[in-house]
């Protein structure tokens, strides 16, 4: 615990935590979507993977946690813009990233996968005896396992993007499998 505190306290460790988990995060989005369009070629997801690749140089250079974060939302905001197009089911439609609450069914299905996962990474750090509040990439906020987050940031595209993907492509969801709610949630 000590040691995480030394390290979380060393600007430069922490800034380069910061901006390998991000540039991790930027190549697993780039890869989802290099994967996807070798099968199903469309040109958005094309010129999409090629503009992710590109903040990539410019990453290595941020010179602060908020400058990386920067180029993390850049990169997310280019990766959901096509994201709807890798969904091939009729009736299921991805326009953006939304959640609190989700409001369609990919939504909600990317919530839930984030939530288990934040889960795992909880309870697996917890066991190691490390702070979940001190995270490197995350800002320290009540009540909030910034620590868990940086990881699950390691497992969004790999695992729970992948998984919804091929949940919706493969039909074993479907639109009757979700509940709008009254506040205009949607949940499974």
């Known amino acids: 615990l000590m040691k995480q505190v030394d390290l979380y306290r060393d600007d430069g460790y922490r800034l ?8 991790s995060k930027i190549r697993h989005q780039r890869s989802l979507l290099r994967r996807y369009v070798r ?4 040109p958005d997801i094309h010129a999409a993977a090629d503009q992710i690749t590109d903040l990539l140089p410019r990453l290595e250079n941020a010179a602060t946690i908020p400058e990386a974060m920067g180029y993390e939302g850049q990169a997310s905001a280019v990766y959901f ?4 197009h890798c ?3 009729e009736g299921i439609e991805f326009t953006h990233r939304n959640r609190r609450p989700p409001r369609d069914p990919v939504n909600a299905l990317l919530s839930l996968g984030y939530m288990l996962v934040t889960g795992e990474a909880v309870g697996a750090l917890a066991a190691l005896g490390l702070h979940l509040g001190l995270g490197f990439l995350h800002d320290i906020l009540p009540n909030r396992p910034s620590l868990a987050l940086d990881v699950v940031e390691l497992f969004r595209q790999p695992a ?3 998984l919804t993907l091929s949940l919706f492509n493969r039909r074993i969801f479907t639109p009757t499998d979700f509940h709008a709610g009254e506040n205009g949630g949607v949940r499974l």
Request: proline letters at 5%; zero cysteines; hydrophobic letters at 50%.
């Open 87 to 89: 969904l091939r089911q």
């Open 81 to 84: 813009g096509v994201f709807g």
């Open 16 to 23: 380069a935590v910061a901006k390998a988990i991000v540039a």
């Open 39 to 42: 099968n199903h070629p469309h």
């Open 160 to 162: 729970v993007d992948r």
